[in-house]
């Protein structure tokens, strides 16, 4: 078969333009190196819908920031994803910063970003009375959201396979050649051929794009470190709290998550290898000597996992890359997607249709297109009289798996079952939050294993953690 559109990269933007691709009548494939979705700068980022103050005016960041954070609410809406609009405060703690922070007002105004102003430090203590006594004022952005990552992902990747979008995972692109109006992609699992590309690999977009002779551009990776709280902190801030941003990033943020954790971080720092997530001690300590300033009675008992995402930077740092490549008009890269990437995704993923469509690609309206996901039935957000219908209906939900986050065994073996279901235990967990509770998977673990070698039909020790060689068993000891 020859696809119309390949997909390179299943991360939130890969999936989500899968997705509106699939509102076409367009055969399409999405391909992704990974085990699952999501598993690559989306995997690990601070889930923030950015109101879009922060962007150099005009550019496509600042332009798809504003359109994709006002798209969010209705995208998350369709696919069952949990959103909320929570606001954010960027923070002056310094008299002499304050330039600083009206000139970031003036380039969100600049920008066409609502609901904008700045605020007094009183002010801004009214609205978080945990802030330091120390904040002088504040920006504050009503229309900041927050949103989670993967989850959007997984739904976006689900919604586009059920719209007839055929998701190939465990599948890295080796070459790419081409050939009398066809490209060859060659995988380790054989060739793909399609008439167009997106090149929406993440750190690896410049790997991919030199597989046609596309040398444009270069991706260097840089890593952020995170610490999760747990619930019992999750309310000691409502809204997104920023520090004045510097050069590198958007400095050390705390954030309520959607399913009510405290976050913390990023750092950001320069990595040569693409794949090192490793925490160190020296990030951690920055991130809490950086929080400490702005939450002073913030508990770091309650640290329940740390983490490291890595952010796709084009060198020299600029503006996003969408668009066709010089070297053929057919193959589309979408590159140096860092923040605000997540917030921008979804108008990213139309203006990647416009471009496909302005260098030829025919795009008719499918007609059974579907943008409703199947929705998820949670067990934790379910009252006496849901769970008892739910209960008569599958007894499963009844026997609880995790007992931090109150996940059911019919949870895990319905994600097991979705198009693009869990093959993983971080599969489970991404899918299900089984094991992101307080114990971290130190009671669940050995439950999901087993459900997961049941339900695929295989034996617990096949089952990986996040894929390829990350065995979890090793074989019998007696």
């Known amino acids: 078969m020859v696809y119309d559109v390949a997909i390179i990269g299943a991360g939130v933007v890969g999936a989500l333009t899968a997705r509106a691709l699939s509102r076409y009548n367009v055969s399409i494939c999405l391909i992704e190196k990974e085990d699952d979705v999501a598993m690559g700068t989306t995997a690990a980022n601070s889930a923030i819908v950015h109101a879009g103050f922060d962007a150099e005016p005009h550019t496509l960041k600042a332009i798809l920031n504003r359109e994709g954070s006002m798209m969010m609410e209705q995208v998350a809406k369709e696919l069952d994803v949990e959103y909320k ?19 970031l007002y003036e380039r969100g105004i600049e920008n066409g970003i609502e609901r904008l102003s700045i605020i007094s430090g009183l002010e801004a203590r009214a609205l978080e009375p945990n802030l330091s006594k120390e904040v002088y004022a504040a920006l504050y952005a009503k229309t900041s959201a927050i ?28 070459a790419i050649d081409y050939s009398k109006g066809i490209f060859s992609i060659s995988t380790e699992k054989g060739t793909i051929e399609c008439r167009y590309i997106v090149n929406a690999a993440g750190v690896y977009a410049d ?60 750092t950001a720092e320069d990595v040569d290898d693409k794949e090192s997530k490793a925490t160190t001690s020296e990030g951690i300590g920055h991130v809490l000597e950086q929080t400490k300033r702005i939450l002073p009675d913030l508990n770091f008992r309650d640290v329940i996992t740390s983490f490291a995402g890595l952010r796709a930077t084009l060198v020299p740092k600029g503006d996003f890359i969408i668009e ?8 589309i890269n979408v590159a140096g997607i860092e923040s605000p990437g997540l917030s921008a995704a ?43 219908a739910a209960c008569a209906e599958n007894p499963l939900y009844a026997k609880i798996i995790c007992r931090c986050e109150k996940v059911s065994e019919a949870e895990i073996v319905d994600v097991i079952h979705r198009n693009v279901g869990a ?17 971290q998977g130190g009671f669940c673990g050995p439950s999901v294993v087993d459900i997961l070698a049941r339900e695929l039909g295989v034996t617990q020790d096949k089952i990986t953690k996040k894929g390829k060689d990350s065995w979890i068993l090793t074989g019998r000891s007696k």
């Open 147 to 174: 949103v989670g990552p993967y989850e959007l992902a997984i739904a976006a990747s689900e919604n586009a396979a059920d719209n007839g979008t055929t998701v190939m995972l465990g599948t890295a692109v080796e």
């Open 423 to 439: 093959r993983t235990l971080d599969g489970v967990k991404r899918r299900t939050r089984a094991g992101m509770g307080r114990c």
């Open 207 to 266: 790997s991919i794009a030199s597989m046609i002779g596309d040398n444009s551009f270069h991706i260097r990776a840089r890593r952020g470190e995170y610490m999760l709280m747990d619930k019992s902190a999750g309310t000691l801030v409502k809204h997104t709290i920023f520090q004045l941003p510097n050069a590198l990033s958007k400095g050390i943020l705390v954030t309520p998550t959607v399913e009510h954790n405290l976050l913390v971080g990023p």
């Open 85 to 103: 609009n929570n606001g954010a405060l960027v923070l002056c703690l310094e008299e002499e910063l304050y330039p600083k922070l009206k000139a």
């Open 346 to 388: 979804p108008a990213i993923a139309e203006y990647a249709v416009k471009i496909l469509r302005a260098q030829g690609l025919k795009l008719s309206k499918n007609s059974e297109f579907n943008p409703i996901r199947r929705p998820v039935k949670r067990f934790v957000n379910m009252n006496e009289a849901k769970l008892k």
């Open 324 to 331: 066709a490549s010089h070297v053929h008009s057919h193959f």
